[in-house]
C-alpha cells in the first residue's frame, strides 16, 4: 500500500501543474495590448514592433491564455474630427 503522504504529495503537484504552476517557474498570463498607445510609443522611440516575435517571446516564458490587440473603431470621418476637436479644447 502507498503512503498516503505521496499520494497526497502526486495529488498536489498535479494540481499544481494544472494551474500552470511548477514548471520552470512558468505561469499563466493574458498579454493585453493598447494598440495606439503602443505604436504612438514605439514611434517616438523609432523603432518598429514584431508583433509575431513579441508574442513568441511571451509564449516562451509562460503559459500564454489569450492575446488581445485592442484598437478603438471610428464609425465616421466626422466623429474622428469632433473627438480630435475636443482633445483641443
Known sequence: ???P???NRAIRNRHLLNLGVGRAGQG???LV???PNLSA???V????IDYKRLLDEFQS???LLRAVYFA???EDREAAIASALDRLA
Open 5 to 7: 503522504v505521496d499520494a
Open 45 to 48: 522611440l523609432g523603432f518598429e
Open 72 to 74: 478603438p473603431v471610428v
Open 41 to 43: 510609443a514605439a514611434r
Open 28 to 30: 499563466r498570463i493574458a
Open 33 to 35: 495590448i493598447d494598440g
Open 61 to 63: 516564458n509562460a503559459i
Open 1 to 3: 500500500m502507498k503512503d
